[in-house]
C-alpha cells in the first residue's frame, strides 16, 4: 500500500521560511520521481516542484522558483521542501506524490493528508 505522509507546516510571517518533509512508503522510491503539489483554499491543486528519480534534476514552477528547494534522500525514502522567503499567496496545503517523469508533472494519483502551510503578512 503506498503511503505518503507529509510534514512540516505551520504558521510563519512574510519573508519566514518551513522545511517541508514527505514520508514514502509501499513502493519502490528510488524507482520514481517526485513532486510536490499544493492547494490553496477555493483553488484547484497545482505543481511547485519535483525532481527526478536518479540524477536529481529538478523543475519548478515559476511562482516559486528561486525561494523553494526540493531535494530527496532515497535511503530514507523522503523528500523536502525547503522554502524560503514565503508570501501570504504561499498558503495552501501541501501534498507530495510520485511520478513516472517530472516534465509534464503529471502524478500518480497518490496522496497523502497533506500539510497545512499558513503565511501571514
Known amino acids: 500500500e503506498v503511503k505518503l505522509v507529509e510534514s512540516g507546516g505551520g504558521l510563519v510571517q512574510a519573508g519566514g521560511s518551513l522545511r517541508l518533509v514527505c514520508a514514502a512508503s509501499?513502493?519502490?522510491?528510488?524507482?520514481?520521481?517526485m513532486g510536490w503539489y499544493r492547494q490553496a483554499p477555493g483553488k484547484e491543486r497545482e505543481a511547485v516542484s519535483c525532481?527526478?528519480?536518479?540524477?536529481?534534476?529538478?523543475l519548478t514552477v515559476d511562482s516559486v522558483k528561486g525561494r523553494f528547494t526540493i531535494s530527496r534522500d532515497n535511503a530514507k525514502s523522503t523528500v523536502y521542501l525547503q522554502m524560503n522567503n514565503l508570501k501570504p499567496e504561499d498558503t495552501a496545503v501541501y501534498y507530495c506524490a510520485p511520478l513516472f517523469l517530472c516534465a509534464g508533472l503529471v502524478p500518480l494519483e497518490y496522496w497523502g493528508k497533506g500539510t497545512l502551510v499558513s503565511v501571514s503578512s
Open positions: 525532481i527526478s528519480s536518479s540524477d536529481g534534476t529538478t
Open positions: 509501499g513502493f519502490r522510491f528510488g524507482d520514481y520521481a
